[in-house]
Nanobody
Framework: VKFVESGGGLVQPGGSLRLSCQPE????????IGWYRQVQGKQRELVAA???????DYIDSVKDRFTISRDRDSLTVYLQMESLKSEDTAVYYC????????WGQGTQVTVSS
């Protein structure tokens, strides 16, 4: 199973980014999907999750700033990130929730002035 993440980049504090994840069709249809992030030297953490029917959940530090969504037409899971902070800097990955498959390459998000 392959996950393809995109949309990362360098943004100033307070800025916005939208990440995209395109899992395989069967994975998109059958599994809950999560966005995870990892800071070098630290464990990967689940940031946001969306169920197959669109229910969402977030860790406290990103609530009211991040929005996860899934688009059935394009088979894409998005993570809209607003009011970014330096502590959001990490490599962001998507996978099922709970994760079951190999990790993709991720997409780097750097929040810095």
């Amino acid at each position: 199973v392959k996950f393809v993440e995109s949309g990362g980049g360098l943004v100033q504090p307070g800025g916005s980014l939208r990440l995209s994840c395109q899992p395989e069709r069967e994975v998109f249809s059958r599994y809950h999907i999560g966005w995870y992030r990892q800071v070098q030297g630290k464990q990967r953490e689940l940031v946001a999750a969306v169920t197959t029917v669109g229910n969402t959940d977030y860790i406290d530090s990103v609530k009211d700033r991040f929005t996860i969504s899934r688009d059935r037409d394009s088979l894409t899971v998005y993570l809209q990130m607003e009011s970014l902070k330096s502590e959001d800097t990490a490599v962001y990955y998507c996978n099922t929730n709970p994760y079951m498959f190999d990790w993709g390459q991720g997409t780097q998000v750097t929040v810095s002035s």
